[in-house]
């Protein structure tokens, strides 16, 4: 496993922009594909964006394409989440997950290493 430290939220308005950031650390990590999923209060946790271990290849869920942008710089172990035109359903606890050797995946089971997760706060 690869550990996970997550930064970078807090509180903006509607229509602002936020980015966060998440740590890895561990030799390894270039062969974790990376996700970001989030739970708001009384919800399940879900997907929202993630990129593949070797391609770079993205993959986000419908609300979000267009707005967020999910990279990655293997030199220094981290994944970025760059939101925009953030919206009031857009707020709750954001989570960075790795896994190994895998696929793209929007499913929290396939993934095996995650952070303690940032609050994102939209007010309208």
């Known amino acids: 496993q690869v550990q996970l430290v997550e930064s970078g939220g807090g509180l903006v308005q509607a229509g602002g922009s936020l980015r966060l950031s998440c740590a890895a650390s561990?030799?390894?990590?270039?062969?974790?594909?990376l996700g970001w999923f989030r739970q708001a209060p009384g919800r399940e946790r879900e997907f929202v964006a993630s990129?593949?271990?070797?391609?770079?290849?993205?993959y986000y869920t419908d609300s979000v394409r267009g707005r967020f942008t999910i990279s990655r710089d293997n030199a220094k172990k981290t994944v970025s989440l760059q939101m925009n035109s953030l919206k009031s359903e857009d707020t709750a606890v954001y989570y960075c997950?790795?896994?190994?050797?895998?696929?793209?995946?929007?499913?929290?089971?396939?993934?095996?290493?995650w952070g303690q997760g940032t609050q994102v706060t939209v007010s309208s």
């Open positions: 561990g030799r390894t990590f270039n062969n974790y594909s």
């Open positions: 997950a790795a896994r190994p050797y895998g696929l793209l995946s929007t499913k929290v089971s396939d993934y095996d290493s």
């Open positions: 990129i593949r271990r070797n391609t770079g290849t993205t």
